[in-house]
């Protein structure tokens, strides 16, 4: 099997996100201890966000009139769907940054669209293939909280991931990771720690499913 996971996290050291994922990856390689990873680190190696839009037009250009930067940005579309393709597996691990979905992943997800075989029109190319999604919020954004409906990102990526592109999708979420950086949030040390333990709990169960074969 191959596992496909791309990192938004504009950190390495640190990241909450990888961590989670990390824990995702480790149970999908206690199943496939030597199969194939593809990876793709969008948040410290981003697609310029200028691709999509320069792919987009390429699509509706005569080929032979297109420009070197419209057949560059075509090539990336189709690198990045490849990567997709070629995946049994998937996973996402993608943060919340300012109450939205990272501008890297939304920059990869507009530039993988511009790719034929992506298109919103057309059958879902991976649907029904196994994916976790993991995103983490410095705050808590849960229903009852003050700032219930402020995570505008995790909607968004399932209506990508599932109702677009038919994956199988798990979803990991982990609240108050500014927990211990912002001396705002200190009163609520133990139930982040709580809410921690869970998300981990959940990222292993996760890892296993997605590790285990498909008829």
């Known amino acids: 099997m191959t596992l496909f996971r791309l990192d938004a996290s504009i950190r390495v050291e640190g990241s909450h996100s ?72 998937l996973l996402f691990a993608v943060p919340l940054y300012n109450f939205g979905v990272s501008q890297h992943f939304k920059t990869w997800v507009d530039t993988v669209i511009t790719d034929p075989r992506f298109s919103p029109t057309g059958p879902a190319v991976i649907a029904g293939r196994p994916a976790v999604l993991v995103t983490v919020q410095g705050g808590n954004y849960a229903a009852g909280t003050p700032r219930e409906g402020w995570d505008h990102a995790t909607g968004w990526m399932r209506r990508i991931l599932a109702d677009v592109w ?42 296993e499913s997605l590790a285990a074969p498909r008829g």
Do not use: C, M
């Open 18 to 89: 990888r961590a989670i994922a990390d824990i995702v990856e480790h149970q999908w390689r206690v199943g496939h201890p030597d199969d194939t990873i593809i990876r793709r680190h969008v948040g410290t190696e981003p697609i310029p966000a200028t691709t999509w839009g320069t792919a987009a037009f390429a699509g509706y250009t005569p080929e032979d009139q297109r420009t070197s930067a419209q057949r560059e940005a075509i090539g990336l579309a189709a690198t990045l769907a490849d990567e997709l393709i070629a995946a049994d597996a």
């Open 166 to 207: 038919g994956l199988d999708l798990e979803v990991v979420e982990s609240a108050f990771t500014l927990v211990g950086e912002n001396p705002a949030l200190d009163e609520f040390k133990d139930l982040a720690a709580g809410l921690r333990a869970d998300a981990e709990e959940l990222a292993e169960k996760h890892g």
